[in-house]
C-alpha cells in the first residue's frame, strides 16, 4: 500500500484553505492526543506526530507549494483530493487512507445539526402567538426581514446535510454510528492499524458497547441517538421544501 500524504492524513483536500486544514488538525488532536488516551491502553503518540508533521507542511505556504512539487509533480493545489467514486475500477478507492475523511463529515454533520436546531428553536419560538404585544410597522418588517434570512439559512444548512449524509451512506456507516463516541472510537483504532477495514471496527465497537457499557450507559446512547436522528429529521424537512 502506497504512503499517505498528508492530506490524506489530516482528511482534507488538495485545494484546502489554512482554516480547514487548522480546523482539521485541532479535530484529529483531541482524539489522537497521548493525554487522551492515557486510560485506554492506546499508544496514538505515532499518529499524533504524523498529525502535527501534515500540519507543519501543509500550513506554510511554501513548505505546501515545495511538497505539492515533489509528491504531486505541480506547484499549486488546484486538485482535489477525492473523498470516494463510485465504481468498481477506482484505483483511488483505499478504505484505509479514507477513514479520517468520513470523519470530518461526521464530526461536520453533528455541529450543523447542533447549529440549525438552535435556529429552528428561535423560528418555533416566533411563530407562536404574541399576547398583549403590538409593533410598530417598522418593527414588523424588521422581524418578517429576519425571520426570512433565518429560513434562509437554515435550508441552507440543511442542504448540507444532506451532501453529508449521502458521503457517510454511500460509505457504508450505519446511521447510529454517526455519533461523536463511535466515530473516535474508530478513529482511534484505524489509526493503530490503518490497513484494517473500518467497517470491521464499527462491527467491533457495537460489541464494545454491548460488553462493556452498563444497561444506563447503552440507554443514554440510544437516547442521543434518538435525539440526534429526531434533530435531523427536522433539518431535512426544510431541504424537502427548499
Known amino acids: 500500500m ?3 500524504t498528508y492530506y490524506e492524513i489530516l482528511g482534507v483536500s488538495r485545494d484546502a484553505a489554512l482554516e480547514e486544514i487548522t480546523a482539521a488538525k485541532n479535530a484529529l488532536a483531541k482524539v489522537y492526543h497521548p493525554d487522551a488516551n492515557v486510560h485506554k491502553d492506546i499508544d496514538t503518540t505515532a499518529f499524533m506526530q504524523e498529525i502535527l508533521e501534515a500540519y507543519r ?4 505556504p511554501e513548505k505546501r507549494k515545495e511538497y505539492n512539487m515533489e ?22 478507492k483505499d478504505e484505509s487512507v479514507s477513514f479520517v475523511t468520513y470523519w470530518n463529515t461526521a464530526a461536520q454533520l453533528n455541529e450543523l ?20 404585544r403590538f409593533f410598530r410597522k417598522s418593527e414588523n418588517s424588521e422581524l418578517s426581514n429576519a425571520d426570512s434570512l433565518r429560513r434562509r439559512q437554515i435550508t441552507q444548512l440543511s442542504l448540507q446535510a444532506v451532501q453529508y449524509i449521502t458521503e457517510l451512506k454511500m460509505a457504508g456507516i450505519a446511521m447510529e454510528h454517526w455519533n461523536p463516541e463511535a466515530m473516535n472510537w474508530v478513529l482511534v483504532r484505524w489509526g493503530q492499524k490503518k490497513e484494517t477495514d473500518y ?12 460488553q462493556s457499557k452498563s444497561g444506563a450507559e447503552k440507554m443514554k446512547l440510544r437516547s442521543q441517538n434518538r435525539q440526534f436522528h429526531n434533530n435531523l429529521k427536522k433539518l431535512l424537512s426544510y431541504a424537502l421544501n427548499a
Open 199 to 210: 467497517h470491521v471496527l464499527f462491527n467491533r465497537y457495537a460489541a464494545h458497547v454491548e
Open 2 to 4: 502506497k504512503p499517505r
Open 71 to 92: 509528491i504531486f509533480g505541480e506547484s499549486g493545489s488546484a486538485r482535489v483530493f477525492r473523498t470516494f467514486k463510485v465504481g468498481p475500477d477506482d484505483e483511488s
Open 113 to 132: 445539526v447542533s447549529r440549525s436546531i438552535r435556529l429552528i428553536e428561535r423560528e418555533t419560538k416566533r411563530k407562536k402567538p404574541l399576547r398583549k
Open 57 to 60: 507542511v501543509l500550513s506554510n
